[in-house]
């Protein structure tokens, strides 16, 4: 098959690789829209995401959908055809967070497209048949491979434990601000701020839903919020950067008594 294979920084080359072979309880899957991830753009432009370095050529990109091609000698339930997405991160079902049943926090995750494991730029993938979700009719290939970064988005709102009556704050609306605040909205919410330092994606979450956007490069986001709430602050605070500033503006925009989630991910851990 083919696959985009990252070499180094900056090199991708378009190769003949073997198509995987999958285990009795595994699908292949026909890759038909992969997202971009920040963090592939990461890999791309430095060779590394996070404490994740590249250091063999790998295949990235994780924000997946396709068609079922094979289907494993223990799998029930697919039949070729079927349209799916696919949860790009594979626990080890062992470990204290898989047992206590928050195995995204595994502790030996596999994920696609993540040193060493190879990801979804490619013609055909292997995935764990119980990771894999038949898609609605509804949706295209395309909408589909934004499940993962949307499932971001939910579950930052279920720890954050947003109900209809709750305020929030969004820091940031790049793709994972703004599908965090379509989920938001979803459940209800009527009063969201939305910050950012680019006016076209604050135009989006306009689009979408925000009840007021702040240009963080013209004007104080944590100035502007507190006016606005009678200097009380947001119920929720989400910070989808991951940048120092941003990090410490959660702390002065939540309310008393409030919810901060971090989706963000710190490039250190002091702030
Ligand atoms: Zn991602
Ligand atoms: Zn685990």
Redesign the pocket.
């Known amino acids: 098959m083919k696959a985009a294979v990252l070499y180094k920084p900056y090199d991708i080359r378009l190769e003949d690789v073997e198509t995987p072979r999958i285990r009795a309880d595994q699908v292949l899957v026909r890759v038909r829209a992969v997202g971009i991830c920040g963090s592939d753009v990461h890999y791309y432009r430095t060779g590394r995401a996070g404490v994740y370095v590249v250091k063999e050529p790998i295949i990235l990109g994780h924000e997946c959908s396709g068609e079922i091609a094979e289907i494993g000698s223990d799998v029930e339930g697919f039949k070729p055809g079927d349209r799916v997405v696919i949860e790009p991160g594979f626990?080890?079902?062992?470990?204290s967070?898989?047992?206590s049943g928050r195995?995204n926090l595994?502790?030996?995750?596999q994920f696609y497209g993540t040193p060493p494991v190879n990801g979804a730029f490619c013609e055909y993938i292997a995935a764990d048949a119980d990771f894999v979700y038949k898609m609605p009719e509804n949706l295209t290939f395309e909408e589909g491979s934004m499940i993962e970064p949307l499932s971001v988005g939910i579950h930052a709102t279920r720890r954050g434990h947003i109900t209809a009556e709750d305020t929030v704050t969004i820091l940031g609306a790049g793709p994972i601000g703004l599908l965090a605040l379509q989920a938001v909205r979803a459940r209800g919410v009527t009063t969201v701020y939305v910050t950012d330092i680019q006016d076209y994606l604050l135009e989006h979450a306009k689009r979408l839903g925000a009840s007021e956007t702040i240009n963080a490069r013209r004007e104080d986001p944590v100035r502007r919020i507190m006016e606005l709430t009678d200097g009380k602050g947001t119920d929720v605070v989400i910070e989808a950067v991951g940048s120092v500033e941003t990090g410490r503006q959660t702390f002065e925009i939540v309310k008393r008594g409030g919810r901060i989630v971090i989706i963000g991910v710190f490039p250190k851990t002091e702030f």
């Open positions: 626990p080890c079902r062992r470990c967070y898989c047992k195995y595994c502790e030996n995750m």
